[in-house]
């Protein structure tokens, strides 16, 4: 059974950058079969899709965030990563990565079929 | 406020067959077959319930179904069943340079 684990810093200040890592068990981030993606929820506010990356290390970012993101995927760790740079409140989030469901045709993923169970994210001074 | 509107909360006795809505726009729903369902327990993983609309991935119950009409998506529940009191969220592909957009999750009760 795939399993996804998101580990994250918890508390940050702003202006830092988030560094937030998935550890994938049970399968291999590397495949050519599936996207892994990162999905975020502000306290009180709906699901924000953040972005997602391919194995071989294509990428596709939200407008909104693009320039402040890096999507990594680490083979010999079974992991793929996420770094968010000046960080504000606004980015106080719990943080999913997930899984897509199937291949995404031009990096556009519709569903994910698995998921971890979230971090926290807070920024505050 | 999220882009795909669902209701707050939907209740239901079980047994009974509840409805959630997702309503979006000519320029995500109602656009494309691209619908997804999930069910959330807080603190937990979301689980995919529904795909394409009205698909379910294995294993999912047969009690589960999804629909669109025009800009709006439904997930029904029929024969509820207290294991399904959760949090439900619908999303969406988009036209839009966003790609995918989410609902702000309906917390279905089981009286």
């Known amino acids: 059974q795939l399993q996804l684990q998101e580990s994250g810093p918890g508390l940050m200040k702003p202006s830092e950058t988030l560094s937030l890592t998935c550890t994938v068990s049970g399968g291999s981030v590397y495949t050519s079969a599936h996207y892994w993606g990162w999905i975020r929820q502000p306290p009180g506010k709906g699901l924000e899709w953040i972005g997602t990356i391919y194995y071989a290390g294509t990428t596709h970012y939200n407008p909104s965030l693009k320039s402040r993101i890096t999507m990594s995927v680490d083979r010999s760790k079974n992991q793929f990563s996420l770094e968010l740079s000046s960080v504000t409140a606004a980015d106080t989030a719990v943080y999913y990565c997930?899984?897509?469901?199937?291949?995404?045709?031009?990096?556009?993923?519709?569903?994910?079929?698995?998921w971890g169970q979230g971090t926290l994210v807070t920024v505050s001074s | 406020q999220s882009a795909l509107t669902q209701p707050a909360s939907v209740s239901g006795s079980p047994g009974q067959s509840i409805t959630i809505s997702c309503t979006g726009t000519s320029g995500d729903i109602g656009a494309y077959n691209y619908v997804s369902w999930y069910l959330h327990h807080p603190g937990k993983a979301p689980k995919l319930m529904i795909y394409?609309?009205?698909n379910r991935p294995s294993g999912i119950s047969n009690r589960f179904s999804g629909s669109k009409s025009g800009n709006t998506a439904s997930l029904t529940i029929s024969g509820l069943q207290a294991e399904d009191e959760a949090d439900y969220f619908c999303s969406s592909y988009t036209s839009s340079a966003t790609l995918l957009l989410f609902g702000g999750g309906t917390k279905v009760t089981v009286l």
């Open positions: 997930a899984r897509s469901l199937g291949y995404c045709s031009g990096g556009t993923c519709y569903s994910y079929d698995y």
């Open positions: 394409d609309v009205s």
